[in-house]
């Protein structure tokens, strides 16, 4: 168990709705980083929240949208889905500091858009 | 363009001998590298980092190799086990550069045969 958890296991929706996935971190770590890991693809990092600000910004998609919260916990908005978008999406959390670079990940969230 | 190369997707080895992962990087920013491991429909586990300063870090069976003239390094697991039978990510970021973004390969998958 790494610490990191994540709502819901599973999400089923169509294509043009709106769902919103949620990420709580490791007790102490004020970063949350959101990935996606399509079918054969690595994980792709989409973005980073360091203490409630966005730090840096991957792949993500104009149609998705993240926050982290006062209280840590993170949620990523995706809107307009479309059948690419399902995929697994994992959500990690880390210290951040200086030399402490591992990322602790959540069990993930698979998305499913018919 | 992928920064992080995994080129072999999968790898069988004995049960008791040596499983050796190799994993290459283009991106002379990198400066610290992680390897994880992830079971099926589990989030991904940190196994082993090492920073640019060094060219091995060992912990347990499993050494990590970097050869930064190269850009290249590899995981070592000695002896190998069942329960090693996995998804093996590799990972680099570039902490110096203030990064902690984490850029995947898309993973080698390791089957220990008893």
């Known amino acids: 168990d790494s610490g990191v958890t994540q709502t819901p296991k599973h999400l089923i929706t169509a294509t043009g709705q709106r769902v919103t996935l949620r990420c709580s971190p490791r007790?102490?770590?004020?970063?949350v980083y959101w990935y996606q890991q399509s079918l054969d693809q690595g994980l792709q990092f989409l973005i980073q929240?360091?203490?409630?600000?966005?730090?840096a910004k991957g792949n993500i998609l104009e149609r998705f949208s993240a926050q982290q919260f006062p209280d840590l916990h993170s949620e990523l908005n995706l809107s307009s889905l479309e059948l690419g978008d399902s995929a697994l999406y994992f959500c990690?959390?880390?210290?951040?500091?200086?030399?402490?670079?591992?990322?602790?990940f959540g069990p993930g969230t698979r998305l499913t858009v018919l | 363009d992928q920064q992080v190369k995994q080129n072999s997707p999968s790898l069988s080895v004995q049960e008791g001998r040596i499983s050796i992962l190799n994993c290459d990087y283009t991106?002379?920013?990198?400066?610290?590298f992680l390897w994880y491991k992830k079971y099926p429909a589990e989030g991904p586990t940190f196994l082993i980092s090492?920073?640019?300063?060094?060219d091995k870090n060992e912990d347990g069976r499993f050494t990590v190799f970097l050869n930064k003239s190269a850009k290249h390094l590899s995981l070592h697991i000695v002896p190998s086990q069942p329960g090693d039978s996995a998804v093996y990510f590799c990972?680099?970021?570039?902490?110096?550069?203030?990064?902690?973004?984490?850029?995947f390969g898309k993973g080698t998958k390791l089957s220990v045969i008893p």
């Open positions: 990972a680099a970021t570039a902490v110096r550069a203030g990064s902690y973004q984490l850029t």
């Open positions: 090492i920073s640019s300063i060094k």
């Open positions: 929240y360091y203490n409630g600000e966005e730090r």
């Open positions: 990690a959390s880390s210290v951040a500091a200086k030399g402490l670079n591992e990322q602790f």
């Open positions: 991106n002379s920013m990198f400066d610290y």
């Open positions: 007790s102490g770590d004020l970063s």
